[in-house]
């Protein structure tokens, strides 16, 4: 009996303890060395050969993933680890970390109970730590830390065991700082979340060289950090590997100190599912009842080229079977489930059955998309998952050869399926395929897989960067007036509030919560008292009051008026790109007495006229979206690193030491961020290493607002001369 089925066999047994299961991710800043920890925990369990883990980079599964050196899509494993005398089943995700692929770090967290936060000790948290770990305490996911790559303090820094202590609490220090902050806000966590030496929640090594040690381990071993430098400084890596194993510190860590599904799911579920508290089917995911109703979450879309569309996810209640028939919120009918497996890296191996609490991959399932509720009773879906960043940057499709159509079509249809952060547009104006995405790599990675996978040949075109719209001051009442001019609409418009435009992206506000915790989450976020009352629409992040008063037929239009104010915010009056962050208040309406006077035809471009007139005289300017830059390079070339900023429209806000580095950090509009890549490692011969974050949007400077406009008008094939009533550039 092969090795793989033997493991198979014996993560199926510990399926049903799920007091001995720990659903785990492993999340980090990009080439902090995530994946080849994971090499290291496949190894221990017995799944590849401990010779070539580090190197095989098991979990990157696909062909470009290899050829880039970094995790593209999220990957999933079952393995097993006796800690304790006891079997554990430990179900991991390794995530991506470069933040154009951030949506699948979001999307795991929400499959797991904790996650293993890895730092690079020479480079510290960086930016992407940060966001990881907003993630994962978003999710009420509980982190531990591993600081990886220590060899490099040794070798290569050469450090003092006192230095290197110093540094490693240090980067200690500075995830408590991070982990604190988002936690305090969070009354859900039984026990303080942050991250300690003495009670085993780092651990230190290097994932390379295959060795790690904590306090536990080193407890047990009886070696110290004088042991490691010794032995490291010799050359005797194999001896330090052999002696205190990477595997073994941290799946012990693992599975002492994360939450089993039995611990998590009674403080996650609340947090993430917004449906009736005291009913049975809470009751069973709550204690993760096997023998309940089925409810299962997707959190990921594959394909698969043999067994079609796979989706991955966790089960929070009752079993997984073959030939169950499950409703997917949003869609009407049911799906009936083909197969049922378990991830082994690249490999599904198919089981009889996936019971609560445990991560399964599930075939059969057309109708779902990542982030879909699966069950066998209908429920109230689990909140939607929320992606911290949207889309910035837009690119044309084209099918070179129009038979291949078509394909491209279902292709790039598959492709929003399968990542939700990428948005799929056709303009049904000049025929183009747009696809926006996270940043240029995002997008450049959906294109080559359409190329090589699809084998369709595609003609891409220039990136276009993503503008908004948005009002700057509070305008009077306007009137929009209907065709027929028998009914008319008095509006205005003022700039909303930051916080209450955050709380609407971070989803804790919208339409679909019931009104009094709306009105509730409005109030907290600074929203007054009366306004909060009359929300009549939420749209991206603009809203709507009804501030009108007993008007006659104004509930049969009301649903005319949102469709009206929908299609005006998402072509604003500049250049026809989405408005954001704006208050639309409905003072006085005037509807004419037959229903066959106030149609579609007639309120629908009353109100769009009124909502871009308010727009202008609330006067109206394009953002542009902006990135957090930093960039890391020898003193040296620190000032060809700053220029590289400023010369792209940008500012440098900072300039510090760390280590034999210095440190730039700016932030510089995505636009000009297009080919930074290969400006800045002619300006600093390659020796800079640099990442971008995205910081949402400001306001476009005025000298440069009217030719930007008709840049965008020209593109989009609008008419050139802009309304007369916009003076204000």
């Given at each position: ?44 369990a017995g799944m590849i050969s ?503 037929h104004l509930n049969e239009t ?110 510089a509009p995505v636009e000009e ?57």
């Amino acid at each position: 009996m092969g090795r793989r089925k033997k493991i198979v066999q014996e993560c199926e047994r510990l399926m049903d303890s799920p007091e001995n299961i720990r659903n785990i991710a492993i999340a980090a800043h990009v080439d902090h060395g995530k994946t080849t920890l994971s090499d290291n925990l496949l190894a221990g369990a017995g799944m590849i050969s401990e010779d070539t883990a580090g190197e095989q980079l098991a979990m990157d599964t696909k062909e470009d993933e290899q050829e880039r050196g970094i995790t593209i899509d999220a990957a999933n494993v079952s393995m097993t680890h006796e800690y304790e005398d006891t079997n554990h089943l430990v179900n991991l995700i390794d995530t991506p970390g470069h933040v154009d692929f951030g949506g699948d770090v979001t999307r795991a967290m929400r499959a797991v109970d904790g996650a293993l936060v890895v730092v690079d000790a020479v480079e510290g948290a960086m930016p992407q730590t940060e966001t990881v770990l907003r993630q994962a305490l978003r999710e009420g996911v509980k982190p531990t830390l591993f600081i990886n790559k220590v060899d490099r303090l040794i070798s290569e820094l050469q450090e003092g065991p006192q230095e290197m202590q110093e540094r490693l609490m240090s980067v200690i220090a500075d995830v408590n700082e991070l982990i604190r902050g988002m936690a305090e806000n969070m009354d859900d966590i039984p026990e303080d979340w942050t991250v300690s030496v003495e009670d085993g929640t780092v651990g230190f090594g290097s994932a390379l060289y295959k060795w790690g040690v904590s306090m536990p381990s080193m407890q047990r071993t009886g070696m110290d950090f004088g042991d490691i430098m010794e032995l490291e400084q010799n050359d005797k890596r194999q001896e330090l590997h052999e002696r205190t194993p990477l595997s073994d510190v941290v799946l012990d860590m693992v599975c002492e100190h994360f939450p089993n599904p039995v611990d998590a799911q009674p403080r996650r579920v609340p947090r993430i599912w917004r449906g009736d508290p005291d009913t049975e089917l809470a009751e069973g995911m709550q204690l993760v009842d096997e023998d309940g109703d089925v409810v299962f979450m997707v959190t990921d879309i594959s394909m698969d080229p043999h067994a079609g569309e796979i989706a991955t996810g966790r089960v929070f209640s009752g079993t997984l079977e073959k030939g169950q028939e499950l409703y997917v919120s949003g869609t009407a009918g049911k799906n009936r489930i083909q197969s049922v497996g378990l991830f082994m890296g690249s490999e599904r191996e198919e089981v009889d059955r996936v019971p609560a609490g445990n991560i399964a991959s599930v075939t059969g399932l057309r109708d779902a998309i990542a982030g879909s509720t699966v069950s066998s009773v209908e429920m109230t879906p689990f909140e939607s998952i929320e992606h911290i960043s949207e889309p910035v940057i837009t690119k044309s499709v084209e099918a070179q050869n129009m038979d291949d159509l078509p394909k491209l079509i279902e292709t790039l249809q598959q492709v929003a399926k399968e990542d939700p952060t990428i948005q799929i547009e056709i303009n049904e104006d000049t025929g183009e395929h747009l696809i926006s995405g996270q940043g240029e790599l995002h997008l450049e990675v959906i294109t080559q897989r359409i190329r090589d996978n699809q084998g369709i040949p595609v003609i891409t075109g220039e990136p276009i960067v993503v503008f908004r719209e948005q009002p700057q001051e509070s305008s009077r009442e306007v009137e929009g007036q209907s065709p027929n001019r028998h009914n008319k609409f008095y509006i205005t418009v003022e700039p909303l509030d930051q916080e209450i435009v955050d709380a609407i992206q971070l989803g804790e506000v919208s339409m679909d919560m019931p009104e009094l915790e709306r009105r509730e989450a409005l109030q907290d976020a600074g929203m007054d008292k009366d306004t909060s009352q009359n929300v009549e629409d939420i749209h991206r992040t603009n809203i709507l009051i009804d501030d009108t008063k007993g008007i006659q037929h104004l509930n049969e239009t009301m649903e005319l008026v949102l469709e009206g104010l929908q299609e005006a915010l998402d072509d604003g009056p500049l250049a026809a790109e989405p408005v954001q962050g704006s208050l639309f208040r409905l003072h006085d309406a005037k509807l004419h007495e037959d229903t066959i006077h106030r149609g579609p035809a007639q309120v629908i471009p009353a109100v769009r006229d009124a909502v871009h007139r308010a727009l202008i005289d609330g006067e109206v300017r394009l953002l542009e979206p902006i990135q957090d830059v930093r960039i890391d390079v020898p003193s040296e070339h620190m000032g060809a690193a700053s220029g590289e900023i400023q010369g792209r429209r940008g500012r440098v806000d900072d300039m510090y030491q760390e280590g034999d580095l210095m440190v730039v950090e700016g932030i510089a509009p995505v636009e000009e961020m297009i080919g930074f890549s290969s400006d800045i490692r002619s300006a600093t011969e390659g020796r800079a290493s640099w990442n971008t974050e995205n910081a949402g949007f400001r306001v476009l400077v005025d000298n440069l607002q009217r030719e930007k406009i008709m840049e965008i008008r020209e593109r989009k094939g609008m008419k050139l001369e802009l309304p007369q009533s916009i003076d204000y550039f």
